[in-house]
């Protein structure tokens, strides 16, 4: 009797781990998942067709796609030119915030918010940096897959 007991409370203990692993499992696909699945973190996933794409699923001829090609160059310069006008605007709302900011602070609340937008701008910086370094390690990782 007493090892038939042993027997059902080992059992009983697999039971709820089995139905937890499996809630766990049924939460996650179809509870959570719908969740990031409405509030993307990147935009990684949308994106422009690429020539080749385009290539392969257009079936387009060599000349096709040298016509294209410059299109996009064509139009890169134009990016380049409304994001120089972007980066420069908003530098210009950010010295007139911080201006702003600096007109309702004293001397003292001034100095230590000069240091916390360093701080920041600094912490800023660094995760550039990480970015620019995952992107490199991963283009490496992608061109030794090939």
């Known amino acids: 009797m007493k090892n038939n ?3 059902w409370i080992v ?7 089995a139905v ?11 509870v959570l998942d719908k969740k990031t699945e409405r509030y993307p ?3 990684r996933h949308i994106r422009f067709p690429s020539l080749e794409t385009m290539a392969q699923e257009l079936e387009l001829s060599a ?20 994001r120089r ?20 602070l004293n001397e003292e609340q001034d100095r230590k918010f000069e240091i ?12 550039q940096e990480k970015r620019k370094k995952y992107s490199k390690k991963s ?8």
């Open 5 to 7: 007991t042993k027997f």
């Open 11 to 17: 059992f009983s203990l697999i039971i709820v781990f």
């Open 20 to 30: 937890g692993v499996v809630g766990g499992i049924f939460l996650e696909r179809f």
């Open 41 to 43: 973190r990147s935009r």
């Open 63 to 82: 000349e096709q796609q040298e016509k294209i090609r410059e299109i996009f160059k064509k139009n890169e310069e134009s990016f380049k030119g409304l």
């Open 85 to 104: 006008q972007m980066h420069e605007s908003l530098s210009t709302m950010r010295t007139q915030l911080k201006d702003e900011i600096k007109s309702v």
């Open 116 to 127: 916390m937008v360093e701080k920041y701008l600094s912490q800023r910086r660094d995760e």
């Open 139 to 146: 283009k490496r990782d992608k061109g030794a897959l090939k």
